[in-house]
Nanobody, 118 residues
Framework: QVQLVESGGGLVQPGGSLRLSCVAS????????MRWYRQAPGKERELVAT???????SYADSMKGRFTISRDNGKNTAYLQMNSLNPEDTAVYYC????????????WGQGTQVTVSS
């Protein structure tokens, strides 16, 4: 059974930091792209960051320099380190696993709430 379980969200003051974790099970984690998305109230879900199976990373423009995505294949876990948070970062953050080949496999976690407020 495929599972992606996010954790690490919560309430943080502007300028603060959080580290989100996504623990995967039920598939070959090391073969998948891992991505973090977020969805703010009333807005569409947006891509935050991607890390390939080989470890290459990419970020949405507004997150560059503030967010860092990483992975530990030995622990089947992806991370999102978020620094210099501001209220516009308030959203539900979702973990996504993607593998494209003969078939496409696309899995989602349940999301974790991040609220940036004083």
């Amino acid at each position: 059974q495929v599972q992606l379980v996010e954790s690490g969200g919560g309430l943080v003051q502007p300028g603060g930091s959080l580290r989100l974790s996504c623990v995967a099970s039920g598939f070959t984690f090391s073969s998948y792209f891992m991505r973090w998305y977020r969805q703010a109230p009333g807005k569409e879900r947006e891509l935050v960051a991607t890390i390939t199976a080989g470890g290459s990373t990419s970020y949405a423009d507004s997150m560059k320099g503030r967010f860092t995505i990483s992975r530990d294949n030995g622990k089947n876990t992806a991370y999102l380190q978020m620094n210099s948070l501001n209220p516009e970062d308030t959203a539900v953050y979702y973990c996504n696993a993607l593998r494209v080949g003969t078939r496409t496999y696309n899995y989602w976690g349940q999301g974790t709430q991040v609220t940036v407020s004083s």
